[in-house]
């Protein structure tokens, strides 16, 4: 039987994704304004009360502002998997849990929801709504990074084919407000009044 950890005990890693190129917005997602602060501060808002460190990974030096530890790929133009595997290399605690920079709707609760379901067998979870795995929503343990590296070196970038190889642990979830993405400025207009109401 799989046991589970007490969540005040569990030491994470915060990973905010922001090193993307914005193509289809037209500028630099994380630095857009809602409400009153830009987009990427509501993913590291989320983690604070919860992680013991927070990077942000990315190689623009404007995300150096806001004081916490900026790392780089090692691997470059082959999509989030690279942050996830300098992410792990660099983290100094066992687990890390990756959020995007445009998703100004992540919740605390949902954070929180989704450490308390980390056990001692934990490799990988991943929440899924309506049958959609959300692999840039996951928290994933350092031991996994070997099969991370071993997929880069056979060109299989595809997160869900990783997600299947290591047997992570999958949560279906209720609420898909935490995963909507700011990628447009449609989506930008659309969204900006759910955080100025």
């Known amino acids: 039987m799989n046991k589970s950890l007490d969540i005040k005990k569990v030491e994470i890693t915060g990973v905010v994704l922001a090193g993307g190129e914005s193509s289809r ?3 630099d997602k994380s630095q857009l ?11 590291i808002d989320a983690f604070k009360p919860f ?4 990077f942000i990974s990315s190689s623009k030096k404007k995300h150096t502002e806001f004081n916490y530890k900026t790392i780089c790929d090692e691997y470059t133009k082959i999509g989030p998997i690279a942050g996830i595997h300098s992410a792990l290399k660099k983290s100094n605690t066992n687990f890390i849990m990756i ?3 445009d998703s100004p709707m992540v919740k605390k609760e949902f954070i929180q929801f989704l450490i308390s379901q980390i056990d001692t067998t934990t490799k990988a979870i991943v929440p899924k709504y309506k049958n959609h795995l959300e692999p840039l929503f996951a928290i994933y343990h350092k031991s996994v990074l070997p099969i991370i590296e071993d997929q880069i070196g056979i060109k299989n ?3 869900t084919n990783l997600l299947a190889l290591i047997g992570a642990k999958t949560i279906e ?7 909507v993405n ?6 930008y207009q659309d969204f900006l009044p759910n955080l100025t109401n």
Do not use: A, H, W
Not at 33 to 42: A, D, P, R, T
């Open 25 to 27: 917005m037209g500028q």
């Open 33 to 43: 304004i809602f409400g009153e602060q830009k987009m990427i501060q509501y993913s």
């Open 51 to 54: 992680c013991k460190e927070i």
């Open 99 to 101: 959020l995007p920079c």
């Open 157 to 159: 970038y595809k997160l």
């Open 173 to 179: 979830v209720q609420d898909r407000s935490c995963f």
């Open 182 to 187: 700011i990628n447009t400025p449609k989506d």
